[in-house]
């Protein structure tokens, strides 16, 4: 079946460290999307990528980086720089912008 | 004044009941309008998807879209408790930029 697996379900970082979270997808999508999701803040757009090898900063890009070199795979990194990382993180793909999203189902970070 | 504008909630209503969500945005130049449905812990799943004006029917549910009042609705009828979930409206124009949520209305129902 074709769907898009975000790894791990739950990840704890210690400060100072960075971490990577893993989102792939076969769904054949060319674009594809990393969001953080806060009690009350709803979706806030991190990175998305129209395209291999080319991605752009969403709302809220600062601490954060990510990397497309393939179509099925955005890693996006948790840097140390990120100065409130705890939050829900969801991955999604589209065929295009003004198509729906196939959401992942989401890693929960948490810092200790 | 935020891009789309949604009520959190929470919303209670007894199953059978009729639910309507509403979101209401500022961009004039959204025309793609979609209701995703989230429940706990999980990722949002689409429901929904209208393009431009108009309204769009699914089983139970129901989208409408009124590009002149900028305002878009999603209608739930004889509701269930499995449809207790928050459910996020979201929008985007003609070009490349990606959808824009609202925060997401969180809804009960009681059996």
């Known amino acids: 079946d074709g769907g898009i697996t975000q790894s791990p379900k739950y990840l704890f970082r210690k400060e100072g460290q960075n971490v990577t979270l893993s989102c792939e997808q076969n769904l054949n999508h060319d674009a594809m999307y990393w969001y953080r999701q806060d009690p009350g803040q709803g979706l806030r757009l991190i990175y998305y990528?129209?395209?291999?090898?080319?991605?752009q900063k969403g709302d809220i890009a600062e601490g954060y980086s990510v990397s497309r070199e393939k179509k099925e795979s955005f890693p996006l990194t948790v840097t140390s720089a990120q100065k409130n990382p705890t939050a829900f993180y969801l991955c999604?793909?589209?065929?295009?912008?003004?198509?729906?999203?196939?959401f992942g189902s989401g890693t929960r970070l948490t810092v200790v | 004044q935020k891009e789309v504008e949604q009520d959190p909630g929470p919303l209670s209503v007894p199953e059978g009941a009729i639910v309507s969500l509403n979101c209401t945005y500022s961009n004039s130049a959204f025309q793609y309008f979609m209701w995703y449905r989230q429940y706990s812990r999980k990722g949002p799943e689409l429901l929904m998807y209208t393009y431009s004006s108009g309204n769009k029917e699914d089983g139970r549910f129901t989208a409408q879209v009124d590009k002149s009042s900028k305002y878009i609705s999603l209608f739930i009828r004889d509701s269930q408790p499995s449809d207790s979930a928050t459910y996020l409206c979201?929008?985007?124009?003609?070009?490349?930029?990606?959808?824009?949520f609202g925060k997401g209305t969180r809804l009960s129902v009681i059996a």
């Open positions: 999604a793909s589209s065929i295009g912008p003004n198509y729906g999203y196939t």
């Open positions: 979201a929008m985007s124009g003609s070009g490349n930029t990606p959808l824009v």
């Open positions: 990528s129209q395209i291999v090898n080319d991605f």
